[in-house]
């Protein structure tokens, strides 16, 4: 069964009839979670893959993270020799709930710092890489009961994983262009702050329910409008590690995200609106690099 097809990549649902290795905190033991559903991402052209992608696989699947998708390991598939990263099945998918927005949000933080301390880069940090399953049976530290009365676990999937993975060309630019920050549409390396950009468009999804530039076409005109965008002070201080006037901010920001919704009224999405990863540099070359 096909979850997701996309540019660089096809997902499936898939049984793995032994299962990953688990462990059981009442036992303190190890053991086998048998017929496990996994999504096993395959990924195209994926034959001469390159030792720095394979480095991050192994990077993500040693480090275990409540919001962060697991990563259990990688396979070949013995026809076409491409790839495939055996993942996590969150069984809900990319969905907002909107009563639980704060939370959220606080949750998709959590991730993104923590992927943040063990400095990596996320890279492709989209909405679409946000991935929620409800468990009614889960215990309290593996998720969060939010308003909903239901156990809802928020995860960052797909951590370095965008773009062509034989790509030792690092003039490339990979992902969602609304997400995607201005001075990596310049040309400059994907950073940290690149990621917290992409945070707040996340925000703004969230918080509206609507996508970034939705109605408009993803093309060199939108890549020029992004270029010359000013830095976005109000998500770096969410993002303090104290939280200081969260509640403040965060009601400041729904309430400015809903304003500009209704002035421009985005009501449809453009035919040419792409909310999938791509190669963005036919969008960019005409930009200049400060």
Avoid at 36 to 45: D, M, Q
Avoid at 143 to 164: A, H, K, P
Avoid at 228 to 250: Q, V
Wanted: net charge negative; charged share 25%; with cysteine.
């Amino acid at each position: 069964m096909i979850l997701f097809k996309g540019g660089f990549a096809t997902v499936y649902l898939a049984i793995w009839k032994d299962g990953p290795l688990e462990h059981d905190y009442d036992k303190k033991i190890y053991k086998r979670d048998n017929y496990k559903e996994v999504a096993l991402k395959c990924i195209n052209n994926s034959q001469n893959i390159t030792k720095e992608f394979l480095d991050e696989i192994k990077a993500y699947s040693i480090k275990k993270s409540h919001n962060i998708v697991k990563i259990y390991g990688i396979s070949q598939e013995p026809i076409t020799k491409n790839y495939v990263i055996i993942l996590q099945y969150d069984k809900y998918g990319s969905i907002i709930i909107c009563d639980a927005k704060r939370d959220i949000l606080h949750d998709i933080m959590r991730g993104l710092r923590e992927i943040h301390q063990r400095q990596m880069v996320h890279r492709d940090f989209h909405i679409g890489n946000i991935l929620f399953t409800i468990d009614n049976n889960a215990k309290c530290y593996d998720t969060f009961r939010y308003n909903t009365g239901l156990f809802i676990s928020v995860q960052i999937s797909d951590m370095g994983l965008c773009g062509e993975v034989d790509n030792t060309n690092k003039s490339k630019i990979f992902g969602v262009t609304p997400y995607v920050a201005p001075e990596v549409l310049r040309g400059k390396p994907y950073t940290q702050a690149a990621d917290i950009y992409s945070f707040g468009m996340i925000m703004y999804f969230t918080l509206t329910g609507s996508q970034p530039f939705e109605n408009r076409a993803h093309d060199s005109l939108l890549a020029l409008d992004i270029y010359n965008r000013p830095n976005i002070e109000l998500i770096n201080s969410i993002l303090d590690e104290n939280y200081h006037n969260y509640d403040k901010e965060f009601g400041e920001a729904e309430k400015c995200f809903n304003e500009y919704k209704e002035s421009n009224q985005l009501t449809t999405t453009h035919s040419q609106a792409v909310y999938t990863s791509q190669l963005l540099n036919p969008y960019t070359e005409g930009l200049a690099i400060d």
